[in-house]
């Protein structure tokens, strides 16, 4: 097999402070580019983009929402949660799925979701503090862990997993969508590692969502609802995901986990592989939340 073209390290500096897409064209349904502020990252003024979906009649009354945070791959945006914002939306008015604001954020598409070593790029921070006080603040949402989801695909799979097993406190549901779960640094292009984890496999290995299971099972145990999604031809990931779900299972910590036969690395065919679950998942969310 013939590996694949990488783009050039200078490519990936790029993205470095890719922290606002001012590409909003062709929003789906609902939805609304957003800046929000970043005191979080070192500066004045910083702000970083979102792009919030509304579900049908959020402004017609005083109903307060749960809130589903969107995490895209490496190498991409917030764009690409569009897909699912039509899917979701179309389960909402079908009254198959709670109605839930949803949020597409912006990360550096190389970030990892996870604080970088040297402090520069608080990604982790930024997205459980800034972000999350950001909507609390400004919309009416239901400002509880149970009623705040989380869902990434990708890199943006370890990011959810990073995200809700490292702050327990802060979420009540986490979906991954073949997470880049892979366990030692030289397995990912240092391109595209680097400014995060700084070639250091220890800290890499303390960011790991299966370190944080472990570190914070006893949080999660029945308090965190997770969803595991794969691919059966994603095989880069297989070895990974049957370790988080072993991990899983030790630990006790409850957990629904699905293969999708015979598709790949591709968000849209394993999302769509899971049928009624795909969206029935935050309804089973939704319910946990009122017996709370």
């Keep these: 097999m013939v590996p694949p073209i990488l783009p050039s390290p200078d490519f990936y500096k790029y993205f470095n402070d890719f922290y606002i897409d001012t590409d909003y064209s062709g929003l789906p349904v609902n939805t609304q580019y957003k800046l929000y502020p970043q005191p979080s990252r070192a ?10 979906y509304f579900p049908d009649g959020y402004d017609q009354g005083p109903e307060r929402y749960p809130v589903l945070y969107w995490l895209h791959g490496g190498l991409s945006n917030q764009r690409q949660g569009f897909w699912g914002v039509e899917l979701y939306h179309k389960a909402m008015t079908e ?12 990360a550096l598409p190389v970030g990892w979701y996870a604080d970088s070593k040297d402090g520069s790029r608080p990604i982790a921070t930024i997205m459980t503090k800034d972000l999350v006080d950001y909507m609390d603040s400004t919309y009416r949402t239901i400002a509880r862990r149970e009623a705040r989801w989380i869902e990434g695909f990708s890199m943006g799979g370890y990011g959810a997993l990073h995200l809700a097993f490292g702050h327990p406190e802060t979420y009540g549901a986490v979906s991954m969508i073949a997470g880049a779960l892979l366990r030692r640094l030289d397995q990912e292009p240092i391109e595209r590692t680097h400014d995060t984890f700084f070639d250091d496999q220890e800290y890499f290995t303390a960011c790991h969502p299966i370190t944080l299971l472990e570190k914070n099972g006893d949080a999660l145990r029945n308090r965190m609802l997770v969803r595991l999604l794969s691919a059966e031809l994603d095989t880069r990931q297989t070895e990974p995901i049957a370790t988080m779900q072993k991990n899983m299972e030790r630990l006790e910590v409850p957990h629904r986990s699905i293969e999708i036969k015979g598709v790949d690395h591709s968000y849209y065919a394993i999302l769509a592989g899971t049928g009624c679950y795909a969206y ?13």
Aim: charged share 15%; net charge positive.
């Design 43 to 52: 500066g004045t003024g910083l702000k970083v983009s979102a792009i919030i």
């Design 95 to 106: 009254g198959t799925m709670p109605k839930t604001i949803i949020v597409l954020v912006q």
């Design 280 to 292: 029935e998942f935050w309804a089973e969310a939704a319910a946990r939340m009122k017996s709370s």
